[in-house]
């Protein structure tokens, strides 16, 4: 074995398990298995994907034993072609139809929910200021899903001095927020394709023991040039303990807006929270990524 290689164990016989992506547990075989360092794994699970079968690694928390009595998932249509960005399309279940408008002269539900998550903008601005400390919301995922719309929303009516939105970062310094300060990071957090993943991770892991809360939403829409398969190994490779990704389907902007403020309201604690103005998550547009055990 070549150093540096890691170990792989094979199964004699094919066992069966379940993998999940697109929100949704898929029947696989279980050929392998790889240990990537201590209490950390991987398996070589084998799949079929509208009758192309697909071999591929997938974290150990993305797989399990296949549940008695579930129905079974439905089959999906390959893609197209392979995903041209560095992320392609996560494993989240398609919104439901938006509702119909309102007539003219009159707000819609939407902008009047939005301004009630604005004003808890402001108490949560209030608090990390008072508190100084460090949040960056981070934005990634399919290209053209929505993430300028939310970004210009979270700080819309935030003190620019303490909130800023960066969609280009030369340096990793400039994604450091000031104390007391809030960050958007607009596409420009995973870096350009291939994804370095243990780097990714490790910087991650430097930024919350250095005190910085991490806030990562995953945006998604449906393309046929997506690949959920790639997609789902890169969100679930970097989904961890204490930076978990939120994917969140954004076929509807206005919807998937609100749905992401709401999260980002939810994730960081700060006094005077309306929880009736959060509301809870939408399961139809909001999907919690199951993190990876610690890493070394």
Known sequence: MATGERPVALLREALAVEVLLDATWHPA???GWRHDGPGTARLRVRLDWDGDPRVLWTPLTLARLPVPG???APRRSPPALPAPHRAAHPPVRRAAPSPPAPPAGTSSPSSAAELRLQVELLKLQAGVREERRRVVVVLEGSRDAGQQGIAAALVEHLDPRWARVVTDAPDRAALLPRPGGLLV????WC???PVAVDELVARERALLADGVQLVKLWCSVRRPDAD???EAALVG???TPGAPW????ADDEPRARLAALRQVLSTV??????DDVLGRPDPLLVAAVPPLAARP
Not at 246 to 249: H, K, N, R, W
Not at 269 to 274: A, C, I
């Open 70 to 72: 579930a129905v079974p």
């Open 185 to 188: 990071a607009d596409r420009c």
């Open 246 to 249: 939120t994917v969140l389907a």
């Open 228 to 230: 959920p398969v790639a």
């Open 269 to 274: 604690d700060y006094r005077g929270r309306s």
């Open 29 to 31: 075989e279980l050929l």
């Open 237 to 239: 490779a970097t989904s």
């Open 191 to 193: 870096g350009p394709a």
